[in-house]
């Protein structure tokens, strides 16, 4: 099982819907416990009145309609996303990595949006408490749930606490469980970067080693895609971390993994088709 917080569900019925087409930001809250009342109806415009945006939209703006144009001539090709797991001491660690087109700014806000996105379930996830803020970084208290298919013959809710550490002007994000259900280790990051499609075709010899030459040198016309890179680390407690249980955890893990984040990359399929 695998999950990192703000990517929604991980282990999930993979039938949801695609993310909505626009989402913002984090928000400015109180540290307080929040009530069910806060995260129902009322919430997502209470919440977006409130934030404050630490991205150009100016320029995510621009970034939509170059891909737009581009879908409508060359579709954007989904390179596959690429899946490492490793075993050590009993912690299994998976890597992933997948470009997405679109750019980071607004995939970001897609991982860490909840009331943007289907990837959450909204009647199960609440922000429980901000422990710090402080401009664009953030630390919260998060309970959610995910879906756990049980040898494909029941799927059985599995509660997740987490601690949330996200910073929107980096663009990384990272966990770790307060209390997570079957599960002895559970914590992870994950980090997305700039993809600057354009360079080879407009920027020549002259490589940009930043979003501000990439712009310079492409006269503004390059498109931007997102590299996301995500490390999970978990280890079940007794006897799920052995044979043949723990083979099966893996496995799973990795299908689950690779459907989500194929739904994601079809979700910025839809974006770029859609004319802003």
Excluded at 171 to 193: A, H, I, R, S
Excluded at 201 to 212: A, V
Excluded at 262 to 271: C, E, P, S, V
């Amino acid at each position: 099982m695998g999950v990192f917080p703000g990517f929604g569900s991980w282990i999930c019925k993979t039938g949801q819907q695609p993310l909505k087409a626009k989402s913002k930001g984090s928000e400015n809250v109180e540290s307080k416990l929040v009530s069910e009342k806060d995260t129902n109806s009322n919430a997502p415009a209470n919440k977006k009145k409130n934030r404050k945006e630490h991205y150009d939209e100016k320029e995510e703006r621009i970034q939509h309609i170059l891909w737009h144009e581009e879908e409508k001539k060359h579709p954007w090709q989904n390179p596959p996303p690429k899946v490492k797991v490793t075993t050590k001491k009993g912690v299994y660690h998976m890597n992933l990595e997948m470009t997405i087109g679109a750019a980071p700014e607004l995939t970001y806000l897609w991982l860490i949006d909840s009331w943007g996105s289907h990837f959450y379930d909204e009647k199960k996830r609440r922000d429980l408490m901000v422990l710090t803020e402080d401009g664009p970084r953030r630390v919260i208290k998060v309970e959610k749930a995910v879906v756990y298919d049980f040898f494909s013959l029941t799927s059985i809710p599995i509660p997740l606490h987490l601690i949330v550490e996200e910073n929107e002007q980096d663009l990384t994000g990272k966990y770790k469980k307060e209390k997570v259900m079957l599960m002895k280790v559970f914590e992870g990051n994950y980090k997305l970067e700039p993809v600057y499609v354009d360079q080879e075709r407009l920027c020549k010899k002259r490589l940009p080693k930043s979003q501000e030459e990439y712009k310079k040198c492409s006269g503004g016309q390059g498109n931007i895609a997102t590299k996301l890179i995500i490390n999970q680390y978990f280890e079940p407690y007794p006897p799920f971390n052995l044979p043949p249980l723990s083979w099966y955890i893996r496995g799973n893990t990795i299908k689950t993994s690779k459907n989500l984040l194929n739904a994601l990359q079809d979700t910025a399929k839809i974006i770029r088709s859609t004319k802003g």
